[in-house]
């Protein structure tokens, strides 16, 4: 039964796969993108099913509400479809093989969120690029498969709305006679949803601006950098205007710009820097996907943005320069207001970004001022384990290290800092015993700054793999689980 809970979320779950896209959440800018996509019915209708079906499966598979009322799980899905419904005519074997691409696309998300997320980073288009790779590929030999012919669809489509007045409106604007710069920078917008055309960029264009002025102008300085370093060098303008390949770098600019780094000078800085390195990868990647005739696509922008982004956690000094997002608002504005105003309220003081010290799911076992111990000055502490369907912590009888799940299971660096102090050496505990004269067993501390530190502790003996003084990453694994010290199982 539909209720009005399930209608707003599977509105707002729609809506935002069209927004996320471009790392917004507001509404009025998902219906225009969602306008745009209907330019060509048929293109807008492939993408729309691909986005419902996606979601529902993520639905399904009991994913987090959230994540799919924010369009995470169905962007790369809007994208296959559009992709999909410009390349191949509509029929009833499209449509159905466009249910499993869509599956598909939910399983590469997944995966890439799973591996992308170890590191702290996004998964980007990345899902979007392998399924409608493989998808290209294999139909090449699916003979009822059909390519499309998305011009004359779409003239078709425009005439059976508006008629021949809404025909003409739409050559008019193909036609205007604006500088070259100004025609690719729009057809680059609307070449992000596969619409080829000037009015579909214009339209893109002020919807971005209503959604946020910074995400607008880092557009715009995005792409005249990126057409101002192609006169400097001579390249060939033709990879611009007919490729539309440019959106690569309007996708970055907003990325680095003011979304995934809080707007500054320095964001803007690297804007730049990072434009000749996009137009490398965009070169480098026409070459190396020529022999298997794939498309770019969004390569280059996924590429670039990833890099930086993993470049930024090795730094020691110099955080603000440029400062990384940690508490995402979804638009470049209150990014950097929360920024600017948590300086001025705490100005001796700066956000780590902390994770959970493994990989996969646990639970925890105890937590603050505990039933055993995590007592009075002691109890701000965590003891987490791994359990099964059934709730057990280990598979067997127990009596051995071996059969606990999270017996030898990496352990991971919180966030990044110094190595403060190391003991290691002492013996894990047979299940059931304590070692009340090591309590702590064998541990780590970590220096994360100059007011936060974290400890890591019965680990498993000589399974430490960090020294004192030394630098560790967000991630690092700095030992294994054990059950060394006062702890009587791992």
């Known amino acids: 039964m539909l209720t009005s809970q399930r209608v707003s979320g599977i509105y707002l779950s729609t809506l935002h796969s ?7 959440k507001n509404q009025l800018f998902g219906l225009l993108l969602l306008g745009v996509t209907f330019f ?65 696309t939910l399983l590469f998300t997944l995966a890439f969120e799973g591996i992308t997320s170890k590191y702290g980073l996004p998964f980007l288009t990345l ?5 409608l790779w493989f998808t290209l590929l294999a139909s090449r030999s699916y003979t009822e498969l059909i390519p499309g012919e998305s ?26 006679s604006w500088p070259l710069v100004v025609k690719v920078y729009f057809r680059s917008l609307g070449a992000i949803f596969f619409q080829y055309h000037l009015l579909a960029g214009i339209i893109i264009a002020i919807g971005l601006l209503l959604y946020s002025r910074i995400a607008f102008l880092l557009s715009i300085i995005g792409f005249a950098f990126t057409w101002l370093f192609y006169v400097v060098i001579g390249a060939n303008m033709h990879e611009l205007d007919y490729s539309y390949i440019g959106f690569n770098h309007i996708l970055t600019a907003i990325a680095i710009g003011g979304f995934f780094v809080v707007a500054s000078r320095w964001s803007l800085l690297w804007v730049i820097l990072l434009t000749p390195v996009i137009s490398l990868f965009i070169s480098g990647s026409f070459v190396l996907l020529a ?9 280059p922008f996924n590429l670039v943005v990833l890099l930086f982004l993993y470049a930024l956690k090795f730094r020691e ?9 940690l508490n995402q608002h979804f638009t470049p504005e209150k990014n950097l207001y929360l920024s600017q105003n948590a300086r001025k309220r705490f100005p001796n003081q700066q956000y780590v970004d902390i994770q959970l010290p493994f990989f996969g799911t646990w639970k925890v076992n105890q937590g603050h001022d505990g039933a055993y111990t995590h007592k009075e000055q002691w109890q701000h502490a965590w003891d987490f384990v791994i359990r099964d369907e059934s709730d057990k912590e280990h598979a067997g009888s127990g009596e051995s290290l071996t059969d606990y799940y999270c017996f030898g299971k990496p352990v991971l660096a919180p966030a990044g800092g110094w190595v403060e102090e190391v003991v290691d050496g002492i013996a894990d505990n047979t299940p059931g015993d304590y070692n009340t004269l090591n309590n702590w067993g064998n541990t780590v501390i970590i220096r994360h700054n100059q007011w936060l530190y974290s400890k890591l502790s019965h680990l498993k003996k000589d ?5 004192p003084g030394a630098y560790v990453q967000q991630g690092q694994a ?9 702890a009587a199982y791992p």
């Open 18 to 24: 069209y927004t996320m896209v471009f790392f917004s």
């Open 40 to 104: 060509d019915v048929y293109i807008g209708l492939a993408g729309l099913l691909s986005v419902i079906i996606a979601n529902s499966f993520a639905w399904i598979f009991g994913l987090n509400k959230t994540s799919i009322h924010a369009g995470l799980y169905g962007f790369n899905a809007l994208l296959v479809g559009l992709g999909l419904g410009i390349s191949f005519r509509p029929s009833l074997v499209f449509y159905f093989i466009l249910i499993f691409v869509a599956l598909a």
């Open 127 to 131: 899902p979007f690029l392998a399924s």
């Open 151 to 176: 011009g004359i669809f779409l003239l078709n489509s425009l005439y059976a709305r508006g008629g021949y007045t809404l025909v003409e409106w739409y050559q008019w604007f193909g036609n205007l």
């Open 291 to 299: 022999p298997v005739q794939l498309p770019v696509f969004s390569l």
């Open 317 to 325: 000094k110099r955080l603000h320069q440029p400062e990384q997002v």
């Open 463 to 467: 399974s430490i793999t960090v020294s």
């Open 478 to 486: 700095i030992g294994y689980c054990g059950n060394s010290g006062f």
